[in-house]
Nanobody
Framework: QVQLVESGGGLVQAGGSLRLSCAASGRAFSTYALGWFRQAPGKEREFVARIDWSGYSTYYADSVKGRFTISRDNAKNTVYLQMNSLKPEDTAVYYC?????????????????WGQGTQVTVSS
């Protein structure tokens, strides 16, 4: 069993920045990949970014590439999502999730534990 707690969401103007954090407990943190997903009202949950167990391999959705950065601190059992140059279309509830394996995926089904989500709202 893994518990994930996200924080750092909020209201920001377009062009601004936020950093999301997700603290994990309950399983050896450095053995699995982590991902960030988001879900806007009326839309399906979509992949944002993922990072492998070591932190050296990352992958992003095209919509956030160059603006968002995923990172992890295995000593603190925490994964981060630095979001810069935010746009109104980034508005969503953001979720972190633990991968079933060490390398990560863009597929929702490849993640087994999910946080409660944190709201990000970008005003124009």
């Amino acid at each position: 069993q893994v518990q994930l707690v996200e924080s750092g969401g909020g209201l920001v103007q377009a062009g601004g920045s936020l950093r999301l954090s997700c603290a994990a407990s309950g399983r050896a943190f450095s053995t699995y990949a982590l991902g960030w997903f988001r879900q806007a009202p009326g839309k399906e949950r979509e992949f944002v970014a993922r990072i492998d167990w070591s932190g050296y391999s990352t992958y992003y959705a095209d919509s956030v590439k160059g603006r968002f950065t995923i990172s992890r601190d295995n000593a603190k059992n925490t994964v981060y999502l630095q979001m810069n140059s935010l746009k109104p279309e980034d508005t969503a509830v953001y979720y972190c999730a633990t991968g079933r394996g060490a390398w990560g995926s863009t597929e929702y089904s490849e993640y087994d534990y999910w946080g409660q989500g944190t709201q990000v709202t970008v005003s124009s």
